[in-house]
T-cell receptor, first 113, second 115 residues
Framework: KNQVEQSPQSLIILEGKNCTLQ??????????LRWYKQDTGRGPVSLTI???SENTKSNGRYTATLDADTKQSSLHITASQLSDSASYIC????????????WGAGTKLIIKP | DGGITQSPKYLFRKEGQNVTLSCEQN?????MYWYRQDPGQGLRLIYY???????QKGDIAEGYSVSREKKESFPLTVTSAQKNPTAFYLC??????????????FGQGTRLTVV
């Protein structure tokens, strides 16, 4: 069964600190992996999209990594800011099932001053 | 201003009532989607449409209906057959079909509550 698992479920860190969020998936055959940021009560906003051949992709203070062999991805946030408080969702697209997106449940990140 | 507009932001439904959620986009995207989000769960696909006058069921289509009469509009009706409709509903659009490394853009969501 195609699944996307994220850890931790929630995380609290102090402003200015770094953190890393994890994503494991079983989707096969793999097409691409995305990370979204979702503020409470709002729609998700795309941070990165990575394909099989991309190991690392950055978007400002956000850096995503992908290991397609072990089916793992991580999202690293550097020098966290209060505005980083949100849910971060990992989404994987497979080549079958008409490229449907398989959504993880998200990691809820809280940045404390 | 380009984007996706969902309305209303909050909606209350009495039991046994049908309600319609609006989704409009001016991005000239062919594909549009409806998702449902429940606490602690990933988004689940209700319906999607890749072209006008055509749409496909997603994973949880029972109790929902859609239409795609115009490229810009993809309204979702939550019928009385949907037994647990209280949730956050998200509409999205993309240039091409789902998942092919095409970015999906989301509206701000409609929170539906059964009273």
């Amino acid at each position: 069964k195609n699944q996307v698992e994220q850890s931790p479920q929630s995380l609290i860190i102090l402003e200015g600190k770094n953190c890393t969020l994890q994503c494991n998936y079983t989707v096969s055959p793999f097409s691409n992996l995305r990370w979204y940021k979702q503020d409470t009560g709002r729609g998700p906003v795309s941070l990165t999209i990575m394909t099989f051949s991309e190991n690392t992709k950055s978007n400002g203070r956000y850096t995503a990594t992908l290991d397609a062999d072990t089916k793992q991805s991580s999202l690293h946030i550097t020098a966290s800011q209060l505005s980083d408080s949100a849910s971060y969702i990992c989404v994987v697209s497979g080549m079958d099932s008409n490229y449907q997106l398989i959504w993880g449940a998200g990691t809820k990140l809280i940045i404390k001053p | 201003d380009g984007g996706i507009t969902q309305s209303p932001k909050y909606l209350f439904r009495k039991e046994g009532q049908n309600v319609t959620l609006s989704c409009e986009q001016n991005l000239n995207h062919d594909a549009m989607y409806w998702y449902r989000q429940d606490p602690g769960q990933g988004l689940r696909l209700i319906y999607y449409s890749q072209i006008v006058n055509d749409f496909q069921k997603g994973d949880i289509a029972e109790g929902y209906s859609v239409s795609r009469e115009k490229k810009e509009s993809f309204p979702l009706t939550v019928t009385s057959a949907q037994k647990n409709p209280t949730a956050f509903y998200l509409c999205a659009s993309s240039i091409a079909g789902p998942g092919k490394r095409t970015e999906a853009f989301f509206g701000q969501g409609t929170r539906l509550t059964v009273v």
